[in-house]
């Protein structure tokens, strides 16, 4: 909690004294400041509970507005996962987390030319289920992920 106090702080400081940044920063800034305050008001740090099977949304493809094409084979995967979408032109960010909520893959693709074809190697992720997301933005497309 002393952290989390600190981090609040140094937000309200960094938001009053540099008037100088840009709306854009200033706006981000401020998100994200409510953002903590809305997480410990709520309690959440304390009281987190795993994620199971029915807590993940899968994000149907008509609905998702950044990707127009998307495979995942095999799934249930075991040793490699070949992964394969095109989308929207601009900073990607691919994840593959437990129901822990750990983080086991995360690749940055600054330079996101719209298309993107990779085989994930798995052989260091135990067997299992996993939430796969393409992050763009705010907006977010899951899968579920097999791992056997």
Known sequence: MKHL???IISTIVCINLNAQLPKVLQDDIAES???ILNVAKSNTCNTAKPMTE???QETKLET??????FKMFPNPAEDAVSIVFAGVKRPTQILIN???GKNYFIQNE????GFFNQIIVLDKIPAGLYLFSIVQGKEVFNKKLIIQ
Not at 64 to 69: A, L, N, P, W
Not at 110 to 113: K, N, P, S
């Open 33 to 35: 400041y409510n953002w």
């Open 110 to 113: 600054d330079e996101f030319d």
């Open 54 to 56: 029915e807590d993940i």
């Open 98 to 100: 437990g129901l822990d």
């Open 5 to 7: 106090f600190f981090l």
């Open 64 to 69: 998702c507005k950044f990707i127009d094409s």
